[in-house]
């Protein structure tokens, strides 16, 4: 039987369509323009500092061209390789408390001579994929054993990053790793009665933390008890976001931040710089970013074809929305103080290859017809 001419040029568009690099271009124009907008606001955060910027830039680069080889691959000959990439992330989470880089506040890097690394962000990302693949891999609901490995390997991996210690990143590799454990179809009563239990042991949870974490914990519970000391970053943060009013102080012009009066102005508190510099107008265009972002990632997760796709590219997508949303409270004295970065924009190299990475991983999951 002869082929319909027109059949056969739209499964050729078809197919050119999946090999490209760029799947979602909405996706990863929202991305690029965060970028961006990032390496502006970075400009005026770090004190107007251009070897800071070009090294965020050459991580930007390293990233982007990660994320176009990881969107080119089709999930089936990478699937079976992130237990892996999972294994070896553990591995460095147990090297790192070893042998932890030298000139660093704490243990969680590893030294690559001009650069560093952090093992807990790679795991960030290599957990959830290994727990989607894991709990996916059989065209069956997980059984009871499925469970208790992942959630084993879950806590152990949060644990050591906890002993790091790093008590934000902790709670993001937890998160991360039972994402997936939800969305694949984990008993809401085992949720709830562990929530429970957490309670009950919380006071054993307190004392477990080192005095710098309860510092943290005590400093959002009452920032005015020690204005000049503890509370000095969360008070200079809001007063900066606070000042920015409407259309903000104008690029550069901000008090806080190009006076010195706000602390690590250029990574966890970088939103603050946006707010007192571009006001109302500013954070909401980068609201707005980030909403097409999650947007495309949620649809991309509803139209995907299998299992794993849909649990994996939701997951990553709501990764993603906790980093955003925690770095946001933070700065704003709604959450403590827990060193967690505004994703795609604040300064750490590690922080944005992973989540570039994480985007090439959702774009090789998408499917063509996906709008």
Partial sequence: MSRNPLDYQLNSSLNKSNSSFITDPILFTAVLAILTFGLVCLYSASGQDISMVTKQGIYISLGIILMLIISSIKERYYRPFLINLFWIGL???I???FFPAQGYNTDRWIDLGPFGFQPSELVRLTLPLAVAYHLT????????????VVLFFIALSSFLVFKQPDLGTSIIVFISGFLPVFLSGFPLSIIFAGSISLIALSPLIWMSLSEYMKGRIFTFIDPNADPLGAGWNIAQSKTAIGSGGIFGKGYLNGTQSQLDFLPESHSDFIFSVIAEEFGLVGISFLFFLYGIILYRIFVISFNANTQFSRVCSASL???????????????SGIFPVVGVPLPLI???????????MAFGFVLSLKRVETW
């Fill in 91 to 93: 591995l460095l989470l």
């Fill in 95 to 97: 090297w790192v408390l």
């Fill in 137 to 148: 891999r059989k065209d069956r609901q997980p059984d009871l054993l499925d469970w208790l």
């Fill in 317 to 331: 997508g709501f990764i993603f929305l906790i980093y955003l949303v925690i770095n946001v409270c933070m700065v």
């Fill in 346 to 356: 604040s300064q750490g190299g590690t922080s944005i290859i992973v989540h570039l």
